[in-house]
């Protein structure tokens, strides 16, 4: 199993969290509000709590806020998450959902890769799942998919493992620059929200068929 630290407060952090303890992994809880940490932490059960700005005790780091608040976290904890796999989950979209803030032809991925210290492997997952989906979990007996990216082949077996022992499907896209496709994917479901399936209770994944 992994140590895991999820730094956010959100709704994403805390299916994250539920799941991974679920899946017998160690949970850190770190949040710029320490009584809103310790809440989440004691509804959650297990979980620990960590402190802001100090070294996360986790092996894997989630940044589970948004992405404009991004920079200024991974900046923060600078070397401190040095030798650390960060998952990244978020979506750079643009305020009017019709493209991104990130420059032309990067991802929030890799600009965070580029923040990140030397010895930090980023990679992509979990930005295609809505919240409350991850947190049911497998839908009408079929597992969800969490599409995956990233340079360094290690860290992606790491993070399958991670997402398997959640009860969810890994699936490898390739190499960190295909965290753009990822994110797009997420622009893709957001209009389908808004012209098609008029809901967020759904997820996109892949059948295999031979």
């Not at 402190?51 to 904890?77: E, K, Q």
């Not at 493209?99 to 930005?127: C, L």
């Amino acid at each position: 199993m992994s140590s895991i630290s999820i730094i956010g407060l959100g709704n994403m952090a805390s299916a994250l969290a539920d799941r991974a303890l679920a899946g017998g992994n160690a949970v850190e809880i770190i949040g710029r509000d320490p009584a809103k940490a310790k809440e989440l932490a004691a509804a959650l059960g297990g979980a620990t709590v960590g402190t802001a700005g100090a070294a996360p005790t986790g092996d894997i780091v989630v940044l589970a806020v948004p992405y404009a608040s991004v920079a200024a976290v991974v900046s923060g904890y600078g070397d401190a998450l040095r030798g650390k796999v960060i998952i990244d989950l978020t979506n750079p979209v643009s305020p009017d959902f019709q493209g991104f803030v990130t420059p032309d032809g990067s991802s929030g991925a890799q600009e965070i890769a580029k923040a990140a210290p030397a010895g930090a492997h980023v990679v992509k997952a979990f930005n295609t799942l809505f919240s409350h989906v991850l947190a049911a979990g497998p839908a009408e007996g079929r597992l969800l998919d969490v599409f995956i990216a990233g340079d360094d082949a290690e860290a992606k077996t790491r993070v399958s493992a991670f997402i398997e022992s959640l009860g969810l499907r890994a699936m490898d896209t390739g190499q960190l620059a295909m965290a753009r496709t990822l994110e797009n994917v997420a622009l893709l479901q957001l209009g389908l929200v808004a012209h098609s399936v008029k809901h967020t209770n759904f997820f996109l994944g892949v059948s295999i068929l031979s």
